[in-house]
């Protein structure tokens, strides 16, 4: 059984950085086949996908985080990470970590497990 476990959240101002972390722990192989992301959801607004990783090391970004957000993993810590970098107030929403051993497929990724959630607050 897969289980993750999110952390860095908090309360930052625009413009501001913050980097979220999900420990990965349960799966015996590691990273191996697992894809990995991160996904938000804001009060009153629908859960949106905003970045993955495979096993491989390929990457998608959400538009609205290109070049702001980086996701990253530690294999050696089985952590995965999202740096986030000039934040914007449409930025503040609650954090998930996901995994599942399907890769995204036409823009479009459907884990099976997730995290409880970091909560991210961006003041203006």
């Known amino acids: 059984q897969v289980q993750l476990v999110e952390s860095g959240g908090g309360s930052v101002q625009a413009g501001g950085s913050l980097r979220l972390s999900c420990a990965l722990s349960g799966y015996a192989s590691s990273w191996y086949y697992i894809t990995m992301g991160w996904f938000r959801q804001a009060p009153g607004k629908e859960r949106e996908g905003v970045t993955t990783?495979?096993?491989?090391?390929?990457?998608t970004y959400a538009d609205s985080v290109k070049g702001r957000f980086t996701i990253s993993k530690d294999n050696a810590k089985n952590t995965l990470y999202l740096q986030m970098n000039m934040l914007k107030s449409e930025d503040a929403a609650m954090y998930y970590c996901a995994a599942d051993f399907t890769r995204p497929s036409g823009g479009a990724w459907y884990p099976k497990y997730w995290g409880q959630g970091t909560q991210v607050t961006v003041s203006s």
């Open positions: 990783i495979t096993t491989d090391g390929a990457t």
